[in-house]
């Protein structure tokens, strides 16, 4: 997806569009892999990001996912980390700052900021939605927004 460069300044409407693009995406593919690829290509192409990609929850952790970015940790357990800690609380969580996270992964020394979103499906987590940046408070609370509603399509469509 090419977004104009006028959209860039409007978060909501770019959200908007890559909605659409990957609710037309999931008509046409059941795979789960295949989606989670081209959805992490997706967001990595229109803001990109260090680091986009997903963590699935396997029997007591996360295992890595289809991502777009530098090599990333395999294993997360449970409530630890950024990305465990969503899983945990089953909620979003936005660090502007990973070095002052209590208990921050560092896959990347590169990566100075972190969105986690989880995805629920029947009331469980079955994956984490993570988006890492090499800038200090990268992430908004329209990118939260716009993740979030990214995970509910996922949940509804995908997994």
């Given at each position: 997806?090419?977004?104009?460069?006028?959209?860039?300044?409007?978060?909501?409407?770019?959200?908007?569009?890559?909605?659409?693009?990957?609710?037309?995406?999931?008509?046409?593919?059941?795979?789960?892999?295949?989606?989670?690829?081209?959805?992490?290509?997706?967001?990595?192409?229109?803001f990109n990001w260090w680091w986009v990609g997903f963590y699935l929850v396997k029997h007591?952790?996360?295992?890595?996912?289809?991502?777009?970015?530098?090599?990333?940790?395999?294993?997360?357990?449970?409530?630890?980390?950024?990305?465990?800690?969503?899983?945990?609380?089953?909620?979003?969580?936005?660090?502007?700052?990973?070095?002052?996270?209590?208990?921050?992964?560092?896959?990347?020394?590169?990566?100075?900021?972190?969105?986690?979103?989880?995805?629920?499906?029947?009331?469980?987590?079955?994956?984490?939605?993570?988006?890492?940046?090499?800038?200090?408070?990268?992430f908004d609370t329209q990118d939260k927004l716009g993740i979030e509603a990214i995970a509910?399509?996922?949940?509804?469509?995908?997994?």
């Amino acid at each position: 997806m090419h977004v104009a460069p006028s959209l860039i300044g409007d978060k909501p409407a770019v959200y908007e569009l890559l909605l659409k693009q990957l609710d037309e995406l999931f008509q046409h593919e059941a795979d789960v892999v295949a989606n989670l690829s081209n959805t992490a290509a997706l967001l990595k192409t229109t803001f990109n990001w260090w680091w986009v990609g997903f963590y699935l929850v396997k029997h007591d952790e996360l295992i890595l996912g289809p991502f777009q970015g530098p090599v990333a940790c395999s294993r997360i357990a449970y409530g630890k980390g950024v990305c465990g800690t969503a899983w945990k609380l089953a909620s979003s969580v936005l660090v502007p700052d990973v070095h002052r996270f209590e208990g921050h992964i560092a896959c990347s020394a590169a990566s100075n900021s972190e969105l986690v979103v989880p995805v629920i499906k029947n009331g469980q987590v079955v994956a984490v939605i993570d988006a890492d940046s090499e800038h200090f408070e990268h992430f908004d609370t329209q990118d939260k927004l716009g993740i979030e509603a990214i995970a509910l399509l996922l949940a509804q469509k995908v997994f």
